[in-house]
């Protein structure tokens, strides 16, 4: 069975050069980075390679990309030690309703610590509420966390105009951006946009598992999380994972290389599996065509039929996608961010993730609208019963 796996967004094959690469640092260049000794020179300098190159895509300073064990580390450390640096200057914490659980559940636990907490609302698309968040900003506001591209539908936030907005309306403010789902999808340029603080993960563009990276000004305040032995400068303390590191270095290389053309392709993609889906009865597309939303992400209710069973049926015929954000796949409460959406109750139980890169095909697509067309009539029938 030939497998199509349409999950990307949840996490991505790693590339032949970030297993190489990974092999590498395991199995030769294996020493601990912190060693005085040639081993431990030689684990550093993959570390060395891995900021440059990230530095040199972001536009930003060596010395202000520090490594992470993923998204949600990055966005736990930007949101908890940003507030307990300027927890002094104010109170007041802005973010979305459509926030994925690494930046949602800690505000909510940082709600519990008496900070106050503003949730500006989403549009039907997904689209932040510009003016809820402009009416919002104080000089009282210490902290904006914004996603970049919405995990799920895939809706996408002007960053640069939000930014203007944060550092003109709430001058003490630190301005987040989770990146998770834009970094290799949109150029990224923190310091021309104002960002202060931005998260990624290498997963999510053909990296390995388990790291990631914050990007933090060297302006702004922030605490470290984790202590220990000094490691990074003091501000992320622990043995670092130079294999990790080196394979994200390598991907976030592959991922700028024929930049334009990949994702013009992937978005092609997209637009022709969401006019398939349009075509199908009693199927409802909640990511829209254009630059408003991102190239990889499609989001579909299939009415009449609960997104699991559609999910499973899939399966059993090589086909990979999701039934919602993988980080959150085993809770049975309703999307946050369909539910911001609109999307009434029965959409909710019914709607599944597409999302692709530059390795699907249109001969993929074909096959999986071919198995949808089958499936979806005889799956209602079966639930009708």
């Known amino acids: 069975m030939t497998e199509i796996y349409l999950d990307n967004a949840s996490t991505t094959q790693p590339l032949p050069a970030v297993r190489e690469i990974i092999m590498k640092t ?26 440059s190159t990230l530095a ?38 802005i973010t979305s309703a459509m926030e994925h659980p690494a930046v ?10 008496d900070f106050r907490v503003i949730r500006i609302g989403i549009d039907r698309e997904g689209h932040l509420d510009r003016e809820a968040l402009k009416a919002a900003l104080s000089e009282d506001v210490i902290l ?36 998770t789902q834009a970094f290799g999808h949109y150029r990224i340029y923190p310091k021309a946009s104002g960002i202060d603080l931005l998260s990624a993960s290498a997963h999510k563009f053909h990296g390995p598992k388990g ?30 994972n130079v294999p990790g590191v080196a394979g994200m270095g390598a991907a976030a290389r592959e991922a700028y290389r024929d930049f334009d053309k990949k994702n013009a392709y ?36 299939f009415r009449g039929v609960g997104a699991e069973v559609l999910l499973h049926s899939l399966e059993d015929r090589g086909i990979y996608v999701s039934a919602g954000s993988a980080c959150s796949t085993h809770k049975r409460a309703p999307s946050p961010t369909l539910s911001a959406l609109g999307v009434d109750r029965e959409d909710l139980g019914a709607s599944v993730r597409f999302s692709f890169c530059e390795t699907n095909t249109r001969e993929e697509i074909d096959t999986v609208l071919a198995e949808l067309k089958t499936l979806l009539p005889a799956l209602r029938r079966y639930r009708a019963h």
């Open 26 to 51: 395991m199995t030769e260049d294996y020493g601990n980075p912190s060693s005085m000794h040639q081993k431990g020179v030689e684990a550093e300098k993959y570390l060395k390679e891995a900021a």
């Open 211 to 240: 790291v990631g990276f914050l990007y933090i000004s060297e302006h702004a305040r922030i605490r470290p999380l984790i202590l220990g032995g000094g490691q990074q400068g003091g501000m992320r303390s622990g043995t670092d």
């Open 56 to 93: 040199s895509i972001l536009k930003v300073r060596e010395k202000e990309i520090f490594f992470t064990s993923g998204g949600t580390e990055s966005n736990n450390w930007a949101l908890l030690g940003g507030a307990a640096a300027l927890k002094r200057t104010g109170r007041t914490i």
């Open 266 to 301: 992937i978005r092609s993609l997209k637009d022709y599996l969401t006019a398939g889906l349009a075509a199908l009865p009693d199927v409802v597309v909640h990511s829209g065509p254009g630059e408003d939303f991102a190239p990889h992400i499609v989001n579909a209710a």
């Open 144 to 179: 904006v966390s914004i996603m970049y591209v919405n995990n799920e539908v895939g809706a996408v936030t002007p960053v640069d105009e939000i930014g203007r907005l944060v550092h003109e309306k709430a001058p003490k403010a630190l301005y987040h951006v989770d990146a």
């Open 104 to 113: 949602s559940e800690v505000v909510r636990y940082l709600e519990e610590q």
